[in-house]
């Protein structure tokens, strides 16, 4: 059976992996994941998904099957990864640049997954009116894996 979705590797003991779902938990063996990479020197759009691991470590995960318009991003992330609202933060900025150049997808529906600490980080660094642009988190929390967009200017 060939399962084609976007997950973490949460525990690797050499011989059995597992793998951290949207909404659920798998044990497989190394062999039959695909790792996936990003350029990061290319200035087009990047896409990754991210979750704090454990021990401090970030967990990234490139996106496959990205949609080239906008406008399906948040159907994409609905069908593809189960999430109930999917909604968009903008206004993430890079050091030195004059205009924000990232934004983050994240649950809005979620209240049972793991806080993503990683997100609540980059939340707490916004202005009130840009968190005031979209729903707030279920129960005030950024949860499981959120998705950072690089939007280079």
């Known amino acids: 059976m060939r399962v084609s979705q976007h997950g973490f590797v949460v525990k690797d003991n050499g011989e059995k992996v597992e793998v951290a779902l949207p909404k659920t938990l798998i044990c497989c ?4 994941l695909v790792a996936k990479t990003q350029d990061t020197r290319s200035k087009t759009h990047e896409i990754a998904m991210f979750f704090a691991g454990a021990k401090g470590l970030v967990n990234v995960a490139a996106m496959e ?21 999917p909604q968009i ?3 993430i900025e890079r050091a030195g640049m004059p205009k924000p150049s990232f934004m983050m997808y994240y649950d809005a529906a979620d209240a049972t997954s793991t806080v993503n600490n990683i997100a609540e980080s980059v939340a707490a660094l916004l202005p009130s009116y840009e968190l005031g642009k979209v729903p707030a988190p279920a129960g005030g929390k950024y949860r499981g894996a959120c998705i950072l967009v690089y939007s280079p200017m």
């Open 29 to 32: 063996e190394p062999a039959k």
């Open 65 to 85: 099957e990205w949609p080239t318009e906008w406008a399906h991003e948040k159907p994409f992330l609905a069908e593809k990864l189960e999430w109930g609202n």
């Open 89 to 91: 933060l903008g206004g």
